[in-house]
C-alpha cells in the first residue's frame, strides 16, 4: 500500500493543502537538507522562484508566507494560528527572516519570483529554491512539486515522500481491493486496517484516528464560533455562527429531519476556517477539507452504528475513506491543479460516500458502488475561485458535495452492489478528464467563476 490513511487525513493549516500546506513543507525539505549538509551558517541569500498554478493563485492561498515560514523551521503539523500571525508581522517589519531558526537572511514576500506563465513538465504546482553563499555561489538548489493534499515530490526524487512497495495484502485498484475482501472475508475498513498495522499497531491506528476526529470537531466548533469577514478583498462574510445559532434553538432535540441542515452547516463551518488559515484536518485536500467531517458527523448523529459506538464508527469510516481515497491519490490525482475540482471535492465526495456506505451496512461491493456514484456525478468539476481565495465557489461547494455523497451511499444500499460502471472506470475517467481541462480551469483563476463575476460586486 502506497498511500496511507495519515497521508491523506493529516492535520495542518489553511487555505490551501497545494498551496499553503505543501510550499511550507518544501521550504522546511530545503531547510533541512542545508542543515544536514552544514551549510546553514553560510548562506547569504535565498532565491524563490514559483512556477505555473502556484504563481497564479498563490497570493490568495497564502504561498509566499508559507514558504517564509517553512524557511524558518516552522510546519504545518504544529504552528499554531496566533503564532504564524505574529511571527508575520515581525518578518514584515523587518524584512529578514531566521533560515532554520538560526541564521538572518534579508527575505520578504516581495522578493519571490513570479512566473504563472511558465508550468514545469511534471506538475504545475513548482518552486525553485535557491541557496547562495556571500560570494554568490549557488550552495544548494532544488525543485519541489506540490502535488496535491500536502504531498510534496522534488526533481531529484520523484517519488518523495510515498512508499512505492507491494505489501502482502496490499491493493492498488478497485478491483483488487475487490478481490481482497472476498478472498478473506474483509470489509473494505478491515482491509485498510490490516494494511495500516504494517507500519504501526492497531492500538496507535485508532488513537491517531480518533485524533484526527476530534481536530475535525474543533475545527467545526471554531467554525461555528466567529463571525466577521474573512480575509481578502472579496468581504466574505462567515455565515456558519449565524446560521449554528439559528439552527441550535430550531433543532434542540437534534430531530433526523434536520439532518441536512447540520451537515450543511458542519462543511461550511470547516471551509470558512480553512479560509480563514485556521487549524484543520487535510481531507484529502485543504479545498474539499468540510465533506469528511461533514459526513461523519452525518454518520455519529443519525445512524445506529454511530450513536451506538462512535469511536468505533469513526475508525471504520475513516479507514474506509482513506482506501477509498488512496486508489485517486494512485491513480489519479487530488490535485486541483492537476485535474481540476474534480479531483478535491469529487474525490472527497467519493471518500465519504465510502464511508458511510459501510457504516450503514453496505458490503464491499456497495462500497465500492457509493464512492464511484460520488465521482460519476463530479467528473468535469472545474477550478476557478474568484480572486485566488479558497472561499467562492469551494466552501458551498464542499456542503452541496458533503450531500451527495450522502445520497450516493444510500442509492448504493438499495441495490445489491452491482452496477454498469466500476470505481476504477470512473478514476480513469476523472483523470484523463482533468487531462484535457483548459488550463484556465485548473486553479489558476483565469477562468469560470473567476474571470465571469468581478471582485468589486460579489455578494454573499
Not at 255 to 267: G, I, K, Q, S, Y
Not at 292 to 316: E, K, N, W
Not at 329 to 349: D, F, L
Request: glycine letters at 10%.
Amino acid at each position: 500500500m502506497a498511500v496511507s490513511v495519515f497521508d491523506l487525513f493529516s492535520v495542518g493549516i489553511g487555505p490551501s493543502s497545494s498551496h499553503t500546506v505543501g510550499p511550507m513543507r518544501a521550504a522546511g525539505m530545503f531547510v533541512d537538507e542545508l542543515v544536514g549538509r552544514d551549510m546553514v551558517d553560510h548562506v547569504a541569500e535565498v532565491r524563490v522562484d514559483l512556477f505555473g498554478s502556484l504563481a497564479a493563485t498563490g497570493a490568495g492561498h497564502g504561498t509566499i508566507p508559507a514558504i517564509l515560514l517553512g524557511l524558518e523551521g516552522y510546519r504545518p503539523e504544529t504552528i499554531e494560528t496566533d503564532e504564524m500571525e505574529q511571527r508575520l508581522a515581525t518578518i514584515r517589519a523587518d524584512g529578514k527572516i531566521l533560515l532554520a531558526g538560526r541564521t538572518v537572511i534579508a527575505l520578504t514576500e516581495s522578493d519571490m519570483h513570479l512566473q504563472p506563465g511558465r508550468r514545469l513538465d511534471q506538475h504545475p504546482n513548482a518552486m525553485t529554491l535557491t541557496a547562495f553563499s556571500a560570494h554568490d555561489d549557488v550552495l544548494y538548489r532544488e525543485t519541489y512539486f506540490s502535488v496535491g493534499g500536502g504531498f510534496v515530490v522534488t526533481e531529484t526524487s520523484p517519488a518523495g515522500n510515498e512508499a512505492t512497495a507491494r505489501t502482502e495484502g496490499s491493493f492498488r485498484s478497485a478491483a483488487e481491493l475487490l478481490a481482497l475482501t472476498e478472498r478473506d472475508g474483509l470489509s473494505v475498513s478491515q482491509a485498510m486496517m490490516r494494511q495500516e498495522c504494517m507500519r504501526r499497531s492497531e492500538t496507535e491506528v485508532r488513537e491517531r484516528l480518533l485524533h484526527i476526529r476530534d481536530v475535525m470537531i474543533a475545527c467545526q466548533d471554531n467554525g461555528m464560533s466567529r463571525d466577521g469577514y474573512l480575509p481578502g478583498n472579496l468581504q466574505v462574510r462567515r455565515r456558519a455562527k449565524d446560521w449554528f445559532v439559528r439552527l441550535d434553538a430550531e433543532d434542540p432535540q437534534r430531530d433526523p429531519a434536520f439532518a441536512e441542515d447540520w451537515v450543511n452547516l458542519v462543511a461550511l463551518a470547516v471551509n470558512e476556517e480553512n479560509a480563514s488559515g485556521g487549524r484543520i484536518v487535510t481531507a484529502p485536500t485543504n479545498g474539499a477539507a468540510g465533506i469528511i467531517p461533514a459526513v461523519l458527523h452525518y454518520a455519529l448523529r443519525y445512524t445506529s452504528a454511530g450513536r451506538a459506538d462512535p469511536d468505533d464508527t469513526t475508525v471504520r469510516f475513516l479507514l474506509t475513506a482513506g482506501a477509498i481515497g488512496s486508489l485517486y491519490k494512485e491513480r489519479a490525482s487530488i490535485s486541483g491543479a492537476e485535474v481540476g475540482c474534480q479531483g478535491e471535492v469529487g474525490s472527497a465526495a467519493s471518500m465519504a460516500a465510502g464511508g458511510l456506505a459501510e457504516i450503514l451496512g453496505g458490503t464491499p461491493r456497495q462500497v465500492e458502488n457509493a464512492a464511484e456514484i460520488a465521482m460519476e456525478h463530479s467528473l468535469g468539476l472545474t477550478c476557478d475561485p474568484i480572486g485566488g481565495l479558497v472561499q467562492i465557489p469551494c466552501i458551498e461547494r464542499n456542503a452541496i458535495s458533503a450531500g451527495k455523497a450522502i445520497n450516493a451511499a444510500r442509492m448504493a444500499l438499495r441495490g445489491d452492489g452491482t452496477h454498469r460502471v466500476s470505481l476504477d472506470q470512473v478514476i480513469e475517467t476523472m483523470r484523463a478528464t482533468g487531462m484535457d481541462m483548459s488550463a484556465k480551469y485548473k486553479e489558476t483563476s483565469t477562468g469560470g467563476l473567476a474571470v465571469n463575476v468581478s471582485v468589486n460586486v460579489v455578494e454573499c
